[in-house]
């Protein structure tokens, strides 16, 4: 790992098998002051039906739960206003039945958005509220999809199932994505316009997800899949220009980053994986854009997203 190595989080390795198993996730990071962190809970690498919605302080503490359900609701998303929230309620490995929800800060108001027997996820805002930018589809069998926020009206953006994890740009204007636009196109992350026209690779590796915009739209954040060795490999949070140059790895143990609403942090998620067992343990850490600072706020998480508190 980077700077974060040592002490609690040293000497992290998860399974390479069961990250092939990980769904599609993706948030956006919009400006303000930095609100709570919602994250989802259970097992997302098994065939589980369980999963709740929580949110808490970054500096910790007792979590707030916002879902109470027999089967999963999980990637939860914050507005630009940080007054909703956009999440995936259902098991594709249960039933093949994903659907996109929103729900109010608090978790009420619960709205369900799509109503499709297909594998829906990684669900985020417009910076306006009002279209949802989804993936429809499963791992590398996913297109990208917006549609309005009470589910009409749906464009599909990439063609040929291999595009996931997408993320509005803070101005709205561009998406960024992981995988590729077309099947026989070089997987890696991508960026386009809103309408799904001017895709542009930034940077070409099939073990690079989860990219997100940083509040300014000046730097995007991706996880990336380094140094199997056929048990463990390492968990690369990379930064980069939103153009593509620059890039470094910041931490080597953690995965799903997103950026703070103001910018100068990271929340990530942070997992050991059992080879023998099939299970994971899951931290929340927070850390700053070198990689270093490095706090956990609290266990079992996956999935977060920090919210953001617009200022006047």
């Known amino acids: 790992m980077k700077p974060i190595r040592g002490g609690l989080l040293s000497g992290v390795g998860v399974v390479g ?3 092939a198993l990980s769904p599609a996730v993706s948030w956006a990071a919009y400006p303000g002051a930095n609100g709570l962190i919602a994250y989802s809970t259970g097992d997302i690498y098994r065939s589980s039906s369980s999963g709740e919605i929580f949110t808490i ?3 910790g503490g007792d979590p707030t739960q916002l879902t109470d359900n027999a089967i999963a609701d999980t990637e939860p998303s914050w507005s630009a206003d940080g007054r909703r929230l956009t999440f995936i ?3 594709a490995y249960i039933d093949q039945s994903q659907n996109v929800w929103t729900m109010s800060a608090d978790g009420t108001d619960q709205r369900q958005v799509t109503h499709r027997a297909t594998p829906e996820s990684s669900p985020s805002f417009s910076p306006g509220g009002a279209r949802i930018v989804m993936t429809r589809g499963w791992n590398t069998q996913g297109n990208i999809v917006i549609v309005r926020t009470d589910g009409t009206d749906p464009v599909r953006l990439t063609s040929d199932r291999e595009a996931r994890d997408p993320a509005f740009s803070p101005n709205g204007r561009r998406i960024v994505f ?11 992350i991508w960026v386009m316009r809103r309408d799904g026209t001017h895709k542009r690779l930034l940077r070409a590796n099939p073990n690079a997800d989860n990219p ?6 000046s730097h995007i954040v991706f996880h990336r899949v380094s140094n199997c060795d056929g048990h463990t490999c390492d968990d690369d949070v990379i930064l980069m220009r939103s153009d593509g140059r620059r890039k470094r790895a910041i931490t080597d143990i953690a995965k799903e980053p997103v950026f703070s609403p103001n910018g100068h942090r990271i929340a990530a998620a942070w997992f ?3 080879a023998l067992t099939e299970t994971c343990h899951s931290k929340l850490l927070t850390f700053d854009r070198h990689g270093t600072d490095g706090r956990v706020v609290t266990d079992s998480i996956a999935s977060p997203s920090w919210q953001p508190i617009p200022q006047p």
Not at 178 to 188: D, I, L, Q, T, Y
């Open 178 to 188: 992981s995988g590729a636009p077309r099947e026989e196109r070089e997987r890696g």
């Open 89 to 91: 309620r259902g098991s």
């Open 212 to 217: 997100d915009f940083d509040p300014d739209g």
């Open 17 to 19: 098998a069961l990250l």
């Open 272 to 274: 050991s994986c059992d």
């Open 57 to 59: 302080s970054p500096a």
